[in-house]
């Protein structure tokens, strides 16, 4: 079956077990096929090597960090969220097949095992010396084909971005640790606290000391906005519809780290109600008396106590 693709595969293969009469027998069977939303190519599972990083250490400090005051979640009640997801964390795998990312820094010997002999290294150059100094000048490497998951990436983004692992970089000891991040509350553990976890590992210093988390716009039904569910809603043609002002007020609406629908019939009574705020003020604008006139702002200055 060497070389053949897996349905040709499978096909040859049931016909070697009727021609050897070892096939039972053959019968139809409904099930749900996966399909991968970019190609439509059928998902199936496949058993493979990964890279895994053990993490209760890292979370450890991630959960101190918040224990000792020296960062602060807002709104309060998503500490729980956060403790539980860092009490209960597991092992991470953090090697993806995927053709863009961060290729992860491991190099192995050609013609060795790749299990038990694999260099790490920042570079393919530095990879290559380790190698000759270890195994003579003849060797020859090659990178793992798999790269990092996009979440360890961006675990690494409040401080690779500044100069890191060059801790006297200029922008490093100027913006690093900063104050506050204000992110969505849905990522608080995919991307807040393993930054936290990357940053007191890389650098002894929690990344920030504040995290304020917002909540986030979804549809009518609740749902969240997603291309394929089709259910976004564009600002701007909201704009053009309801206009600015109802747009914003509407958003104002929402509550720290509470989640707001958006609707048509929200947006509406909205547009509704900031209109009549634009006449009652445009009414107010219009009896003042003109600015130039002193005597009048005094007597409506004197009337402010009734």
């Known amino acids: 079956m060497s070389g053949l693709d897996r349905f040709e595969a499978r096909k040859k293969l049931w016909s070697d077990l009727e021609e050897t009469d070892l096939a039972v027998k053959k019968e139809p069977h409904n099930l749900r096929v996966p399909r ?49 997801w860092l009490t209960n964390i597991k092992d991470w795998c953090i090697s993806r097949q995927l053709w863009w990312g961060h290729c992860i820094p491991v190099w192995y010997i050609v013609g060795k095992d790749c299990e038990e002999e694999y ?13 000759r100094d270890k195994y003579g000048k003849d060797v020859e490497v090659y990178q793992d084909p798999d790269v990092l998951d996009t979440w360890f990436s961006s675990a690494l983004w409040p401080f690779s971005t500044l100069g890191w692992p060059d801790l ?46 917002h909540g986030l716009i979804r549809d009518s039904q609740g749902r969240k906005m997603s291309k394929t569910l089709g259910n976004v809603i564009d600002p701007l043609d909201t704009i053009k519809v309801f206009g600015t002002d109802a747009l914003r007020f509407t958003l104002a609406l929402g509550t720290s780290g509470q989640d707001l629908n958006l609707s048509t019939e929200r947006l509406t009574a909205n547009k509704a109600f900031t209109n009549k705020l634009w006449n009652a ?11 130039y006139n002193v005597s009048s702002w005094q007597n409506i200055e004197a009337c402010k106590g009734f």
């Open 168 to 213: 006297l970089a200029e922008d490093f000891k100027r913006f690093y640790p900063t104050t506050m991040l204000e992110t969505g509350h849905d990522i608080l553990f995919f991307w807040v606290a393993r930054m936290v976890m990357m940053g007191i590992e890389f650098t002894g210093t929690v990344p920030f000391s504040y995290v304020y988390l």
């Open 36 to 84: 991968s939303q970019c190609g439509g190519e059928v998902i199936e599972p496949l058993v493979s090597k990964q890279w895994f990083v053990t993490m209760q250490p890292l979370a450890e400090k991630a959960l101190l960090a918040v224990e000792k005051g020296e960062l602060t979640i807002i709104p309060e009640r998503f500490e729980k969220i956060y403790n539980h």
């Open 119 to 131: 260099i790490v290294a920042r570079s393919a150059e530095e990879a290559l010396m380790k190698a």
């Open 281 to 291: 003020g445009k009414f107010v604008l219009q009896v003042l008396p003109n600015r």
